[in-house]
């Protein structure tokens, strides 16, 4: 607790990034698993985890990243993993 708000502070202070536009990106600390994709898959953008199993299927061994034994994905790719796999199991 108190590592970010103070790193936030901190930027603010030097009047780092501050003339640019930065309301219409959001920043995640959770890149996306897939490869060549550089969304982020934080809860709050939206991301989700699939199994590697799924991420295999979707993007063959190599194309995603792996992060404790579940693979981090973006909104978007989630909704083409979801587009791929018309599963039932919605809830
Ligand atoms: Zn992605």
């Known amino acids: 607790m108190g590592f970010k708000a103070k790193a936030r502070k901190h930027r603010k202070d030097t009047g780092e990034d501050q003339s640019k536009t ?3 990106k959001k920043e995640g600390e959770l890149s996306c ?3 060549g994709c550089d969304n982020f898959a934080d809860k709050s953008h939206g991301g989700r985890s699939l199994s590697v199993d799924d991420a295999i299927e979707m993007w063959g061994s190599g194309g ?6 579940r693979v ?3 909104k978007s790719c989630y909704r083409k993993w ?3 796999n018309k599963n039932e199991d919605m809830y």
């Open 22 to 24: 930065k309301s219409s």
């Open 33 to 35: 698993g897939v490869k």
């Open 64 to 69: 995603y990243t792996m992060r404790k034994g």
């Open 72 to 74: 981090r994905i973006c």
């Open 82 to 84: 979801k587009k791929e």
